[in-house]
């Protein structure tokens, strides 16, 4: 049962583990696995040189003054500095991107917590105590994360203007639980599904009550699904834009509306520019990478293991 | 035992249960079922779908918030503009034009990669990092560095890098693109396709490792080329995963805002609808035209998800049959 279970592949999908690999594929799979995959390797290689050039250039020149930055040809080997990310934090212009970075953490994370309050319930009366129809349901939470943004967002604002919620930070960190709720239920049922019933069933014999199978069986399983779904809904809020730019202004404005407007102001400091991209991306590219097949799952609303 | 059989009988528990109460205890039971979801139900309802309720009738109303007095009922006034207005009209091809665009062009260069990836080679975890990189930039961020560091006419890398290829067989006078100006679509799509192309890779390659390998090393056995092997093979196995990424990079890009909003501000008939619903009501004040395109939005929308949600359902079928 154990090769069949959704969490043994899950865990297979990443990165094929070489133990399984070595049974799997010995023999005469591959006929002449040296030079194909040379080959293969090279030209992913060369490939993933050439979608991650934007990303270091980025990091580089951050890392330049504004005169080595701005250069055609490119001056790659110019000598480093800090100036930029200086003047990003305001030690010259006198703009700090303090307060927009603690309202996008503080959004990022609020709404995160207020999506597991809510998602875990759900996906619990989802999958291990299933209420009738479950599957209609799902379906109702993914038919809302298809609505477009903007087909609310009139509404929404002229809301917010009325009952004097605009450009207030909780307000936003509703909008944002709205946004990744479905995604983190249908992540949350799949990671739910996975708990073995049979051990639902022996704790039940046992006797065991609501509270102590939620933490000793249905906890431990779920806990790395949870962390999953709190990085995700923290990338997404993180990164979001068009809602914060429509809701926020100055006192509750995110990162990325810092990011817009810093840029119209300040004119072209390529260096500063790009300091600015490294510093807001930062969180998401340490969280992204850090759950990498995760985020696909997320994207994918759980579709995919 | 397998997680559909385990459903069916969880439920089953309480099907059955003949006793004297047994309708108001079933009734009790249901609720005590129920009453976990409802929160999540409940506000999701009332922050996606009344808004939606309230775009659709201001979709019907006269209103311009510049002159509140003039607020009417307009009929199909608003629908007729949206589908005749030549800017609005334009943002619809666009719309369409953009995002079959880069779902197509990423999902065939992350299909590409999703297949190196699959062989093993030196470093394949890292270059696996590198490659989702994209992807992990800030979205306003990827816009910037697209528009200020790589496409700038006079100082951008890749001018740059022109400029320096150029030098090196002693040319001053090096080819200078200026895709912002030139062909500023062009410029939002490649942009966005860099960024997409890693989200169709990580879901194909998730595809390619949960590939069956005893059938394709029968087929080697048999000595089947290996273009046979991913034709007959491969491809079929990834049907799935190629709609799946197709229609939620779809769902995704036709909502796309950041990119348009940062590289071009919707210049030169590069407005998405989305953005040209942004520029309706929050610049124009025109509340029903923006809410009839909205209302537009989603009755798109809801033709491709009809697709993308046969194509979930199907792969949700199939886990519960597993």
């Known amino acids: ?49 050439l979608f991650a050039a934007p990303v270091v250039w980025m990091i580089l020149t951050s890392f330049h003054s504004e005169t080595d930055a701005a250069t055609n040809p490119p001056s790659v080997a110019a000598n480093l500095t800090l100036d930029a990310y200086r003047e990003f934090f305001g030690e010259t212009s006198g ?26 319930p759900a996906a619990y009366a989802l999958s291990i105590r299933p209420v009738k129809k479950w599957t209609d349901v799902m379906f109702f939470f993914l038919s809302t994360k298809m609505m477009p943004v903007v087909a609310a967002i009139l509404p929404l604002y002229l809301f917010a203007r009325t009952v004097g919620a605009l450009d207030n930070i909780w307000f936003l960190i509703l909008m944002y639980t709205s946004m990744n709720l479905p995604i983190a239920v249908w992540m949350m049922r799949s990671f739910l599904a996975e708990v073995p019933v049979e051990m639902l069933e022996a704790a039940q014999i ?58 119209s102001g300040q004119g072209l400091f390529l260096a500063k520019v790009c300091a600015a991209a490294v510093v807001i991306s930062l969180p998401v590219l340490f969280a992204g990478f850090a759950a990498q097949d995760k985020l696909v799952q997320g994207l994918s609303l759980g579709a995919v293991k | 035992m397998t997680t559909a059989t385990a459903r069916i009988s969880r439920s089953g528990h309480t099907a059955a249960k003949p006793s004297r109460n047994a309708k108001s205890r079933e009734r009790a039971l249901a609720w005590a079922r129920r009453a976990p979801l409802l929160p999540a139900l409940v506000f999701l309802i009332i922050v996606t779908q009344l808004p939606f309720v309230v775009t659709l009738i201001i979709s019907f109303l006269n209103w311009n918030s510049l002159s509140p007095d003039k607020t009417a009922f307009a009929g199909l006034e608003n629908y007729v503009t949206v589908l005749t207005d030549p ?29 190196l990836l699959d062989k093993k080679f030196i470093g394949r975890g890292l270059a696996r ?16 560095i697209w528009k200020h560091a790589l496409l700038n006419p006079t100082y951008g890398l890749i001018n740059g890098i022109l400029t320096w290829i150029w030098s ?37 390659l998730a595809g390619l490792q949960s590939r069956p390998m005893d059938t394709v090393e029968a087929a ?47 210049g030169l ?16 004040n025109e509340y029903g035209l923006a809410s009839a395109a909205g209302v537009v939005v989603v009755i798109g929308t809801i033709i491709v998800a009809t697709f993308a949600l046969r194509t979930v359902f199907s792969l949700f079928k199939k886990e519960a049959a597993r």
């Open chain 1, 1 to 49: 049962m154990s090769t069949l279970t959704p969490a043994a592949s899950r865990k297979a999908a990443p990165v094929r583990p070489t133990s399984n690999n070595a049974s799997g594929r010995r023999g005469k799979s591959r006929m002449d696995p040296t030079r194909n995959n040379t080959a293969a390797g090279l030209a992913a290689w060369l490939l993933a040189l």
């Open chain 1, 95 to 120: 703009v700090s991107p303090w307060p927009s970075l603690i309202n996008s953490a503080t959004a990022s994370i609020l709404s995160t917590v207020l999506v597991l309050v809510l998602a875990i």
């Open chain 1, 206 to 263: 046992d006797g065991a009550n609501l509270l102590l199978t939620l933490r000793k069986i249905i906890a431990p399983v779920a806990m790395p699904g949870i962390a999953a779904i709190a990085l995700i809904c923290f990338i997404f809020s993180w990164n979001e834009l068009l809602l914060a730019r429509v809701l926020t202004g100055v006192v509750a404005g995110t990162a990325p509306v810092f990011l817009t407007g810093f840029v």
């Open chain 2, 87 to 115: 800017d609005l009209r334009q943002a619809i091809f666009t719309t369409i034009f953009l995002t079959v665009a880069v779902v197509l062009a990423s999902l065939l260069i992350g299909l590409g990669l999703a297949l």
């Open chain 2, 129 to 144: 990092t590198l490659l989702i990189a994209p992807f992990l930039v800030v979205p306003v961020a990827a816009a910037l």
């Open chain 2, 168 to 204: 090196l067989f002693g040319s001053v006078t090096p080819p200078q693109l200026d895709l912002l100006s030139q062909a500023p679509l062009m410029a939002v799509i490649v942009s966005l396709v860099w960024q997409w192309t890693p989200f169709m890779m990580l879901i194909l």
């Open chain 2, 220 to 266: 080697q056995m048999d000595g089947a080329t290996s273009w046979a092997i991913f034709r007959h093979l491969t491809l079929p196995h990834l049907r799935q995963y190629l709609e799946l990424g197709g229609l939620l990079g779809a769902i995704y890009i036709v909502q796309n805002f950041d990119a348009v909003f940062t590289l071009t501000a919707g």
């Open chain 2, 269 to 284: 008939g590069t407005a998405n609808l989305p953005y040209a619903i942004y520029q309706t009501f929050y610049f124009a």
